[in-house]
């Protein structure tokens, strides 16, 4: 065996054991307790779950080490990738590793990893269903993205820039009645019909439900995976493994979702993000909006923020040079406000003990029959 060793992280959620400790790995278990694999170990007296992270051929320890008694499951649940962030928030926010990874990883279901990848296995374009070339497809969701985001100046580069795999940040201001989800969608389907993985973070239950509406314009049912606890937890784990198996290259999620380890992340797009329901109400108390862009930063993938105002926060990153801001052209910005219109001076004798003045209360009614919205 060449390596013998196996450092674990006990998933106790104790700052003062938030460390790696070393385990023997038995010939039995050498194959199967990979890094990244869920394992059952011996501490302090009582058997607790941990995560393998790496194995060694020797270890720091003086004394004689544990065995592993056993490995849970054999699926990697824990890629390289995402033990990296793990480390970058937990330095960054003053976190504790085993919580961060906790609330990461989904809890394992046999029944989910006993059901396998969905389609037995194929690849994600082969989900579509239709008989439909690839080619054909990328060019459609292309020329349709640049012509909803036509409105946006430099759109278009920055499309171009996501597909070559630049790190191209922005912050989207949206215009007064814009589709969003329409955007998000095109903008998404052009770059995985290009090869590359998606990221979409939204508040809540409703706009994942618009957004993956839109995207059916563009993909399948099949190749989009909603990542939200409306799913349940078995399905949520099944789907955890068919994006680390590459199955998944669409992922929308809610603030769970912001740490899902997407292979070949090319595109990260967050709205909403001054929304509170993006805050995970434990310790550290991470935002999805931080998460996603210390992720852009690592993984060098396009981050694009977007919403009809920004929060102090992303005003700040703007003019700290971290993203630009993408906004729509003078001339569309100004056809797409809404028409401001002082309501008539009268005297009302009502006016002082009521909401609303007769004249708003016409504005009101007569907007309504007209089927337009009032502010």
Not at 10 to 34: K, N
Not at 79 to 85: E, F, R, S, V
Not at 303 to 325: K, L, N
Request: glycine share 8%.
């Amino acid at each position: 065996m060449d390596l013998p060793v196996a450092r674990v992280l006990p998933l106790l959620g104790m700052p003062h054991l938030d460390r790696l400790f070393d385990y023997s790995v038995s010939e039995e278990l050498d194959t199967t307790a990979r890094p990244g694999v869920r394992v059952r170990i011996r501490f302090a007296g009582r058997l607790v779950d941990a995560v393998v992270i790496e194995r060694r051929r020797s270890t720091d320890h003086e004394g004689r080490l544990s065995a592993l008694p056993r490995v849970i499951s054999p699926e990697v649940v824990v890629p390289p990738g995402l033990w990296d962030l793990v480390n970058l928030l937990a330095d960054r926010y003053g976190g504790v590793r085993s919580d961060i990874l906790r609330a990461a990883v989904p809890s394992r279901h046999a029944s989910a990893e006993k059901a396998g990848l969905f389609g037995n296995g194929v690849d994600w374009p082969e989900l579509y269903g239709a008989l439909e070339p690839v080619e054909d497809l990328t060019t459609a969701a292309r020329d349709t993205a640049l012509s909803g985001w036509s409105a946006y100046r430099h759109a278009d580069s920055l499309l171009e820039a996501v597909l070559a795999g630049r790190s191209a940040r922005a912050s989207w201001l949206w215009t007064p009645g814009e589709d969003w989800a329409a955007r998000v969608a095109e903008m998404a389907a052009t770059v995985a019909w290009s090869g590359g993985g998606v990221l979409l973070v939204v508040p809540d239950q409703r706009d994942v439900d618009r957004l993956s509406a839109e995207l059916r314009n563009f993909l399948s049912a099949a190749q989009i995976t909603e990542l939200t606890a409306s799913v349940g937890p078995a399905a949520r784990y099944r789907r955890y493994l068919a994006v680390l198996a590459g199955q998944g290259r669409v992922i929308v999620g809610t603030r769970s979702a912001a740490t899902v380890p997407v292979p070949g992340l090319r595109l990260i797009m967050l709205t909403g993000e001054a929304d509170d329901s993006l805050v995970d109400p434990r310790a550290p108390y991470l935002h999805a909006r931080d998460v996603l862009k210390v992720r852009a930063e690592q993984e060098g993938c396009g981050f694009i923020v977007g919403g009809a105002h920004r929060s102090a926060e992303v005003q700040q990153w703007v003019e700290e040079g971290f993203c630009p801001t993408l906004r729509a052209d003078p001339d569309v910005l100004r056809a797409r406000m809404p028409w401001i219109h002082a309501l008539d001076d009268n005297h009302d004798a009502h006016q002082s003990f009521t909401r609303i003045p007769t004249a708003g209360y016409k504005a009101i009614r007569q907007a309504s029959d007209n089927g337009l919205p009032a502010l």
